[in-house]
Every structure is written in structure tokens, then in C-alpha cells.
């Protein structure tokens, strides 16, 4: 009992204490309203956020949140700092988030910058904005690359598509201390947990800039038009559901969201902070909004180019391999029924061939006859046709003979058609296949096409790509 009375006067002296300590801390912040622009939230909404945050990876507090995420659909309540720019006059269609602190050795921020804008032609620089944060509490390193960023890119800052904001230290949650998850030493705990703040605080401000949102990171070199590319990515993905697309493979580069999500992939990240690197959260994030698969486009948009890491300077030398900086051209690949009579290898079927998705189909030792068939739901016209099979680590599962058809006249029930007449293009070569100018070459409107085997072989077959461009809707 004595111990009872004693914990109930003890919580009643934190309660008193902190209602005391609130309450200061509230006339304060008044005051310091009166000096600084911007303003700060009231701290009983810090504590919140840093409460939140601090909290551990707890299934049955947390159930709810895995339920049903849309109860973090609200922004967080922090002031920001405009180091350069102003708040953008009307939205755009992708806004672009980078987030940079002072590294040991190297820096690579403003040529990342110059290359999302060099990258991008006049009508593209219309429908982008760039948010840089810079998340370092040095302030005389900010105030130098504010300096820098202002000097080389003015143009771009009044122009309204380049932004430079900072979240004061005080919004911070507590990244000391924290729990060590993997085994990690202390310094990287804390250095990947600010990260995962950082990315949170920038998410939070981006959410009602466009309609989308790319996260990079701050040493990053761009493909020429990327953002064609990635819009011919989302029409193409109109009407499917979709959390993420990926248009790298490496990190937090690349990353694509709907701008609607921003405000819970934020609130996520603050939840779980402390507990993993902030490219293992966003795989669980889209898992709890019901995205199991990765959906990642190649070739890759963004190649990473940093040699030194942000973290102590250590040497980072990766790259993407699938990154193409020159004419990156998505294919079309319009709407079409797939089939094969090939004796398919597990999950490895026919549709993961026809797609830009980093995914590829699989059969088994195919026969003199064996075909893999596309039927589009319209008749098209083609420009260019390119198919690739075989991959880097199963160099011999190539197709050894054979030829790529198209065809005209479908005949069948839904589920069965195919085309009565068929005209042959060319013969496959090393495994590869390609054509251009198809419109030129075939007179009539393309119906089907498929890749047929010529030649029985014992090896088994990945088709890994095939790459459909077309010119113009026939009439009709």
C-alpha cells in the first residue's frame, strides 16, 4: 500500500510538473512569435510528434495502424524555414524531394540539382517543383549552400521550381539513446534514425505541392527527360492500383508516390524512426497499403554517383546497372491477352514478359512449334518492336532459333483467339530480337504477334522483355 501511495504522489508531481513546464513553455513560444515569421506549433504538439516517434514497434499498440493507415492522413504541425524560395503559386505535376546534410568528404547536392534541371526540357520544367531540405544542424553549412544553391540556380528560384527549406533541431524526436536493431554501433542507429525523420519532415511539407512526388537522394545524376518518362509510366498504370513505382534499384532513389500518400508514409516514418534504415520501412509501407510486389521500371531513371557516403565519409560504390542516361524510351505496350503452350516454370508466366516491370517469363525446354503469342485487344500500329530473352546469370536461357511473327484476322472466342494469317519479320540472333519502322514494312493493322521457335533446344527460355512502340491509331 505504502508503495502504491507513493507511485500515485509521484505521478501526481510529473502531472503538476508538467502542466508548469507546458505552460512556460507556451507563454515562450508567444513570445518568440512576435520575432519570428514563420511561428512554431504549440508544444503540447511536440511532445505528441516526439512521443509518437519514440514509441517501440509494438503490434497491439500499433494494430490499428496497420489496419487502416488513413488515420495519418493529416499533416504534422511544424514550422518550416524557407532558406530560398517561396511557397509555390500554383501546383504542379511532380515535385521532387532531396534531402542533404554535410558529409565528411564529397559533395555532390548541387550537381544533383543541375542535373534535374539540365535533364529537363522547357515544357517539363513547367510541371516540376524541387524541395531541397537541408537537414544539417550546422548552420554555418547551410547558410554556405544556400549561398551556392542561390548563386547557381536564381533563375530556377524565381522562377518558382526550386525551393531550399530547414526544420529547426527542436522538432526533432530524441536520436540519442535509441535502441541498437541489428547490432548497429550507436552513430549509425542515430544516423539512420535523423534520416528517417528527415525524409518525414520533407514528405510532410511536399504533400499538397503536385500530384506526385520522386524522392532522391542528394548525389544523383538524371536521364534525359525523365519526367516524359515517368508520366508515360503512370498513364500506363491509369485504372491498376499502385503504392510505389520504382525507377532505380538502388536505396531511396527514385522512389514514386501519389501525393496523397505522403502525409502517412510521413507519419510512418516518424512511428517507427529508431527501428530500421528508412529503404526497409517503404517496403513495409507499401505492404500495409496492399502492394506485396515490387513494380520497378527499367531501364533505371537515376543513377546513384557519390563515391563517399553521407555516414563517415565510407566509400560507396554502388551503381545501377539497368540506368540509361540517353533517349530513355518507355514502350508502349498497348493492352493485349498473352498465352504460350510452353510448359511454364513455376509463377514465371507469360504476362511477365510483356512489361517494363522487372520480371520475366520462364518455360521449360521448348519444342520446333512452341510459341509465346500476344493478341491486342485493338488492332495497332507498330513502330518499333524489341525483344529480349535470357538474363545476366542465365546467359544460355536464350531463344537459340527463332522468329517474330505478326498477324492479322483473329479468329476464336475470347479466350482463344489468334490470328488465321501470319507475316514474318526477321529471325531471333544471340537471343535478341529487334525492328523499327514496322509501319512502313506491314501494310495492315496488327492483330497479333508472337515469338515462335524454330528449332528444339534443351536449354530453357526467358523471354525477359518484350518492348512494343506504336506510331498512330488506325482508323476505323
Not at 438 to 455: G, S
Request: charged share 25%.
Amino acid at each position: 500500500r505504502q508503495n502504491l501511495k507513493y507511485f500515485d504522489k509521484m505521478r501526481c508531481l510529473r502531472k503538476r510538473s508538467a502542466v508548469s513546464f507546458l505552460g512556460i513553455l507556451v507563454v515562450c513560444l508567444l513570445f518568440m512569435n512576435l520575432y519570428i515569421e514563420d511561428g512554431y506549433v504549440l508544444e503540447g504538439d511536440k511532445e505528441l510528434i516526439r512521443e509518437t516517434a519514440t514509441h517501440q514497434l509494438n503490434p497491439e499498440r500499433y494494430v490499428h495502424s496497420f489496419k487502416d493507415l488513413s488515420n495519418f492522413s493529416g499533416s504534422i504541425n511544424i514550422s518550416y524555414r524557407y532558406l530560398a524560395g517561396t511557397p509555390l503559386p500554383r501546383k504542379r505535376y511532380l515535385t521532387i524531394g532531396l534531402s542533404s546534410v554535410k558529409r565528411k568528404k564529397g559533395n555532390y547536392l548541387l550537381e544533383t540539382i543541375k542535373s534535374i534541371f539540365e535533364q529537363s526540357s522547357y515544357e517539363e520544367l513547367k510541371e516540376i517543383a524541387v524541395v531541397v531540405q537541408l537537414a544539417d544542424f550546422d548552420s554555418a553549412w547551410c547558410e554556405g549552400m544556400v549561398q551556392d544553391i542561390s548563386q547557381k540556380f536564381a533563375h530556377h528560384i524565381i522562377a518558382g521550381r526550386l525551393i531550399v527549406i530547414h526544420v529547426p533541431e527542436d522538432y526533432y524526436p530524441v536520436l540519442d539513446g535509441l535502441k541498437r536493431n541489428y547490432n548497429d554501433p550507436e552513430d549509425r542507429v542515430k544516423f539512420r534514425s535523423k534520416q528517417n525523420v528527415d525524409y518525414a519532415f520533407l514528405l510532410n511539407f511536399c504533400a499538397n505541392l503536385s500530384d506526385y512526388y520522386v524522392m532522391l537522394e542528394d548525389d544523383v545524376r538524371c536521364s534525359k527527360n525523365f519526367l516524359t518518362a515517368v508520366k508515360k509510366v503512370i498513364t500506363s498504370r491509369e485504372g491498376s492500383y499502385w503504392v510505389t513505382l520504382e525507377f532505380s534499384k538502388l536505396g531511396y532513389i527514385g522512389k514514386l508516390y501519389h501525393s496523397h500518400d505522403l502525409p502517412r508514409l510521413a507519419h510512418f516514418l516518424l512511428m517507427f524512426y529508431q527501428e530500421m534504415p528508412c529503404d526497409w520501412l517503404l517496403i513495409h509501407f507499401r505492404g500495409l497499403l496492399a502492394q506485396k510486389e515490387v513494380i520497378r521500371f527499367k531501364p533505371s531513371l537515376f543513377q546513384h554517383m557519390g563515391y563517399y557516403s553521407s555516414y563517415k565519409g565510407a566509400e560507396n560504390k554502388l551503381k545501377d546497372d539497368d540506368f540509361e542516361e540517353e533517349s530513355f524510351d518507355i514502350p508502349d505496350n498497348p493492352p493485349a491477352n498473352l498465352h504460350t503452350n510452353m510448359n511454364v516454370f513455376e509463377n514465371y508466366e507469360a504476362s511477365k514478359a510483356y512489361s517494363s516491370i522487372d520480371e520475366y517469363f520462364w518455360g521449360k525446354a521448348p519444342s520446333t512449334g512452341d510459341f509465346y503469342g500476344i493478341v491486342f485487344e485493338k488492332p495497332i500500329k507498330i513502330s518499333k518492336i524489341k525483344v529480349v530473352t535470357g538474363t545476366e546469370d542465365r546467359q544460355n536461357d536464350i531463344l537459340h532459333h527463332g522468329a517474330l511473327e505478326v498477324g492479322e484476322k483473329i479468329v476464336g472466342s475470347k479466350k482463344g483467339r489468334q490470328c488465321t494469317t501470319y507475316l514474318r519479320l526477321g529471325e531471333f540472333k544471340n537471343g535478341n530480337f529487334e525492328i523499327t519502322d514496322v509501319e512502313n514494312k506491314v501494310l495492315f493493322d496488327i492483330n497479333c504477334m508472337r515469338i515462335l521457335v524454330t528449332k528444339s533446344q534443351k536449354e530453357w527460355l526467358i523471354i525477359r522483355s518484350i518492348s512494343v512502340w506504336t506510331s498512330q491509331t488506325p482508323n476505323q
